[in-house]
T-cell receptor
């Protein structure tokens, strides 16, 4: 079974621009979560989507948004980029059984904001 | 609310010697606990998970962890370190409802293997 895929792997943007990252979950997984990883703050939960609905959200400003499509693929958007948004953005998928499902991570998208 | 504390930011061991990475957790629910490993420029790979079954959990690559409720600990061990074990290790707690609060990560422990 193919793993979680994320595109693009690397991005360079300038302040004020917006960016869209894409994530394709493992086949059959219906939940997608997004995380931000930075040297200072570590790994932080952004949000989770299931059945095209945001189910939970971490403590991030409204500039960070996402959506999920009917095929479970997800996109994350960051508007009005700031230097501090430079990070590795990780996507994870799980099957959503209602229990403590394991989340499987993709390789990440490295975003650099200049 | 849930939290995770990894007690060491860096651990250095010699190849062939035991590895101990320490983790304490706090959770309002019966927690699910995980250890993930991240090699440079790679995503996170699951090593093992605890979900209220056996307290001693065996994972991949010879790693295991023991859940101790009385000590709120979930330390990761390996009897004999290998050079390929050099990586960043994250202890992770998941809340109730299948992770409805998202995963909460520790700050990570950088494992260094000396030849």
């Amino acid at each position: 079974k193919a793993g979680v895929t994320q595109t693009p792997r690397y991005l360079i943007k300038t302040r004020g621009q917006q960016v869209t990252l894409s994530c394709s979950p493992i086949s059959g997984h219906r939940s997608v979560s997004w995380y931000q990883q930075t040297p200072g703050q570590g790994l932080q939960f952004l949000f989770e989507y299931f059945s095209e609905t945001q189910r939970n959200k971490g403590n991030f400003p409204g500039r960070f948004s996402g959506r999920q499509f009917s095929n479970s693929r997800s996109e994350m958007n960051v508007s009005t980029l700031e230097l501090g948004d430079s990070a590795l953005y990780l996507c994870a998928s799980r099957s959503w059984t209602g229990g403590p499902d394991t989340q499987y991570f993709g390789p990440g998208t490295r975003l650099t904001v200049l | 609310a849930q939290s995770v504390t990894q007690l060491d930011s860096h651990v250095s061991v010699s190849e062939g010697t035991p590895v101990l990475l320490r983790c304490n957790y706090s959770s309002s629910y019966s927690p699910s606990l995980f250890w993930y490993v991240q090699h440079p420029n790679k995503g996170l790979q699951l090593l093992l998970k605890y979900t209220s079954a056996a307290t001693l959990v065996k994972g991949i690559n010879g790693f295991e962890a023991e859940f101790k409720k009385s000590e709120t600990s979930f330390h990761l061990t390996k009897p004999s370190a290998h050079m390929s074990d050099a990586a960043e290790y994250f202890c992770v707690v998941s809340g109730s409802g299948g992770g409805a609060d998202g995963l909460t990560f520790g700050k990570g422990t950088h494992l260094i293997i000396q030849p």
